[in-house]
């Protein structure tokens, strides 16, 4: 009975096609060794996938940090959606570009996973990001940072510090 | 702020369960199974009305990774149920409880994936929308599937069983 029921991933358009060899063709050398071609493209993706984990760590960091400082939230307290939990004044907050933010310690773990912004899916992006020099002074940083803040008016909720970026996560 | 490590994941377990105690959300309820065990739940959904599952009392369990809620629970009914999008032992696939891609990073369809902000609340109700609107299109009970395309009446016969026997095992 098992066999009748397949995973919903087990779809034509997600299964991987393996490359045929055509009349004449040589395999390629690899298979000289004990690796697979299939376990060589293993490989390669994940060397490939550890650079780009890299790359998308150092990207995390130089999104807009700052501390959470409650200014006009008199009547309203606002919560971490991820954590469920109220923020508290002084707590370190990471600011996404579709200025939705929250707690460094809850949003830098999922972005290691997933390069979106958990409320509205916005993906993180990575074209504006590779504009900052994010190698380059604080003063750039700042910048970044200033715009995001004019960006959001009277509504400023939050009282962002360049240094943030040092704090554990 | 959240603390660290494991327990993140049972603190927030242990708020949304109070959430739902203090107001029960229409169409399921919820509890643990084990009151010690914050990481499995067992829900009791509610047919909805005006679909073939109307009357019927699915139970299903959620368990939830230590993870959580980087990573998504997985649901299984415990009662028969047929469906399409539910495999023959019950586990749900629907396209929120799935991680998005680790090596795509998130890009492709991550609208449809898991995101943290999901609770239990909104994944059983989309688990009741996904009984009002089965997904043929991606099978997790190919038969079911079928016949939700060819033969109309032999699925509802078959989820009109299911129903019968929820009533029966309540
Ligand atoms: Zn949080
Ligand atoms: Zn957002």
């Known amino acids: 009975?098992?066999?009748?029921?397949?995973?919903?991933?087990?779809?034509?358009?997600?299964?991987?096609?393996?490359?045929?060899?055509?009349?004449?063709?040589?395999?390629?050398?690899?298979?000289?060794?004990?690796?697979?071609?299939?376990?060589?493209?293993?490989l390669t993706l994940s060397e490939e996938a550890?650079?780009?984990?890299?790359?998308?760590?150092?990207?995390?960091?130089?999104?807009?940090?700052?501390?959470?400082?409650?200014?006009?939230?008199?009547?309203?307290?606002?919560?971490?959606?991820?954590?469920?939990?109220?923020?508290?004044?002084?707590e370190p907050i990471r600011i996404l570009p579709c200025m939705h933010f929250y707690h460094i310690p809850c949003i830098d773990p999922w972005l290691r996973r997933s390069f979106v912004?958990?409320?509205?899916?916005?993906?993180?992006?990575?074209a504006l990001l590779s504009a900052i020099s994010f190698q380059d002074n604080q003063v750039e940083d700042r910048n970044v940072e200033d715009i995001s803040i004019h960006s959001r008016n009277d509504s400023l909720l939050l009282n962002t510090t360049p240094e943030v970026s040092a704090l554990p996560f | 702020m959240a603390s660290k490590g494991l327990d993140q994941g049972a603190l927030l377990l242990k708020k949304q369960l109070a959430d739902l105690q203090r107001s029960s959300v229409d169409g399921f309820s919820a509890g643990l199974v084990d009151d010690n065990n914050l990481f499995v739940w067992e829900v009791l959904i509610v047919g909805p009305?005006?679909?073939?599952?109307e009357g019927g009392f699915f139970k299903a369990h959620l368990n939830f990774p230590k993870e959580f809620p980087l990573k998504p629970p997985k649901m299984?009914?415990?009662?028969?149920?047929?469906?399409?999008?539910?495999?023959?032992?019950?586990?749900?696939?629907?396209?929120?409880?799935?991680?998005?891609g680790e090596d795509k990073f998130g890009y492709e369809k991550a609208s449809e994936r898991w995101s943290p902000v999901h609770t239990v609340e909104s994944v059983v109700l989309s688990v009741i929308s996904m009984l009002s609107d089965p997904n043929p299109e991606s099978a997790a009970n190919i038969v079911a599937a079928k016949e939700v395309?060819?033969?109309?009446?032999?699925?509802k016969r078959h989820v009109r069983k299911c129903v019968r026997q929820s009533q029966d095992n309540l």
Not at chain 1, 14 to 39: K, S, V, W
Not at chain 2, 83 to 96: K, T
Not at chain 2, 149 to 155: G, I, L, N, T, V
Request: net charge negative; glycine share 6%.
């Open chain 1, 50 to 90: 550890q650079l780009r984990l890299a790359q998308r760590l150092a990207l995390i960091q130089a999104l807009p940090a700052g501390v959470y400082d409650g200014a006009n939230t008199d009547y309203k307290r606002m919560e971490c959606v991820i954590c469920m939990t109220e923020f508290i004044l002084g």
């Open chain 2, 149 to 155: 395309r060819d033969s109309p009446a032999e699925f």
């Open chain 1, 1 to 42: 009975m098992g066999d009748i029921f397949s995973c919903c991933y087990a779809t034509p358009e997600n299964t991987p096609t393996r490359q045929l060899l055509g009349p004449g063709e040589q395999p390629p050398p690899y298979h000289d060794t004990f690796l697979t071609p299939a376990m060589m493209r293993h």
């Open chain 1, 117 to 126: 912004c958990p409320s509205c899916l916005a993906p993180v992006d990575t």
């Open chain 2, 76 to 100: 299984k009914f415990i009662s028969n149920i047929w469906h399409p999008n539910v495999y023959a032992d019950g586990e749900v696939c629907i396209s929120i409880l799935h991680e998005p």
């Open chain 2, 49 to 53: 009305p005006d679909t073939l599952y």
